[in-house]
């Protein structure tokens, strides 16, 4: 039974719709990963720019609070407000939020404490809209109970200016000189994508059961494992794409070098 505070879940046809959407997104993700040359490290904002990132990432919290403001007083003045099923998941983000910024700001640790704690707390928040980004997607349409008298304009005043939320996190990742994007990130990423289509064969459900709670966990699980990707070195590939960069005639005095 549908409970305030969760989603509809998908039923018949859409179930393996949504399915096979998702397979094919982490197919392109995975192949983009494996195409691409990595690692890569993101262009650096200037000053200029993250000021404006830093007011615009504000701005959309600000608009997000406003959101779920007049939604909820919406739900108060025609009596559909009660309170939300218990959240089994939410400790798990915690948790990982604080390993993301443990791990990072160990790793980072040699860069001074400017970077360290930039780069752990811009990674402790990133790491969870890397989920939450196409997992919104997928539910905003379906979030119980719909808000009268115009559920569409009251469904935009929530989501839209949390993609905005989601969005602008994500882009303060390139405030950190340590982001660099790998085949790992694509990896994981597209795992999670996987992940989520087993869930939608199970109707993509609120995770109320020990089947969504666990695919809710597992795809939760790799989307930060991805973000931790970002920023842990990545020494292999690095010099196996140096390389690969050398002039041809360095490279052939390395080969006559090595024989």
Known sequence: MT????????GGTAR????????????????????????????????TARTFMLVAWLLAIAALLAGVFVDVLQLYRDHLLYSPPADPIAPVTVI??????????????????????GSAVVGAMAAPMIFEFPFDLIV????????????ALYLALFFAPLFLVEVTTLSLLTLSPMVRLSQATFLFFALMLVVFAVWALFGFAYPSAPAPIALNVVSKILAFVAALSLFLPQRAQAGTTSAAARPPAMALSADHRNA
Not at 3 to 10: L, P
Not at 110 to 116: E, K, L, N, P, Q
């Open 96 to 117: 990982g939020v604080g390993v993301i910024f443990v791990v990072i700001a160990l790793a980072s640790s040699s860069r001074g404490w400017r970077v360290m704690l």
């Open 3 to 10: 409970q305030y505070g969760t989603w509809v879940s998908y």
């Open 140 to 151: 905003m349409a379906r979030v119980y109970p719909p808000v009268p008298p115009d559920p």
């Open 16 to 47: 393996i719709v949504l399915a096979l959407v998702l397979v094919a997104v982490a197919g392109g993700v995975a192949y983009a990963g494996n195409r691409l040359r990595l690692p890569v490290r993101p262009a650096r904002p200037g000053k």
